[in-house]
């Protein structure tokens, strides 16, 4: 069935590092790929998100990039800073149509050490 | 910026107790969710509806559930007996049409004791 595994499960930074954080999925039909921070007992958030038919997308700090043929996407955060901090989702959908449900990563906690 | 609003915020039921929960939709939106997410676990998917009837539901989403939208605004989610494995914190999101983001409400955190 449909699947994305995401890692790491936990990840410490020192402030000003880079964090990388990677998924994959196995549905090939999937073609929208969004990223979610959650804080604490808070809903999840939209930070980024990339479409298939592109390979890389930036805003600010924050980057995912997308290889369809390995099925892998991974975001990247820049110059981390303590705020930063927080549960980072992956998810994959197939996109358009009247479901496009998400199908979410296992979650990556991001501790980011001032 | 629109939002989609969750109410209670907080339920605490006993277990085979019927609960609904209640989700307002961004108002031009039209398609609208249900997710759950256990303590600590990922999000996981249970129903989505448009035009007035459900359009996908996942294996969790079995008959003590349903989903209503009852008069052009507010969305429901009904658990009919509730389990003890039922407590998680329920979100709903709505989508706008040709577009893929959701907006996700703040949540319902239900505790089944």
């Known amino acids: 069935g449909e699947n994305v595994e995401q890692h790491p499960s936990t990840l410490s930074v020192q402030e000003g590092d880079s964090a990388v954080i990677k998924c994959t999925y196995s549905d090939s039909a999937s073609n929208y790929f969004p990223w979610y921070k959650q804080e604490l007992g808070k809903r999840p958030q939209l930070i980024i998100d990339?479409?298939?038919?592109?390979g890389e997308k930036k805003d600010q700090r924050i980057a995912v990039t997308l290889n369809k043929t390995a099925k892998h996407f991974s975001l990247h955060i820049t110059e981390t800073q303590p705020e930063d901090s927080a549960v980072y989702f992956c998810a994959a959908s197939k996109g358009g149509g009247a479901t496009n449900k998400l199908i979410f990563g296992t979650g990556t906690l991001l501790a980011v050490q001032p | 910026e629109p939002e989609v609003t969750q109410t209670p915020s907080h339920q605490v039921t006993q277990m085979g107790q019927e609960v609904i929960l209640r989700c307002v939709p961004i108002s031009n939106h039209l398609y609208f969710y249900w997710y759950r997410q256990i303590l600590g676990q990922k999000v996981e998917f249970l129903v989505s509806?448009?035009?007035?009837?459900?359009?996908?539901k996942s294996e969790i989403f079995d008959d003590q559930f349903s989903v209503e939208r009852p008069d052009g605004s507010n969305f429901t989610l009904k658990i009919r007996s509730t389990k003890l494995e039922d407590s998680a914190m329920y979100f709903c999101?709505?989508?706008?049409?040709?577009?893929?983001?959701?907006?996700f409400g703040s949540g319902t955190r239900l505790t089944v004791v």
């Open positions: 999101a709505s989508r706008d049409r040709g577009e893929n983001g959701y907006t």
């Open positions: 509806f448009y035009n007035n009837e459900i359009s996908e």
């Open positions: 990339i479409r298939s038919n592109v």
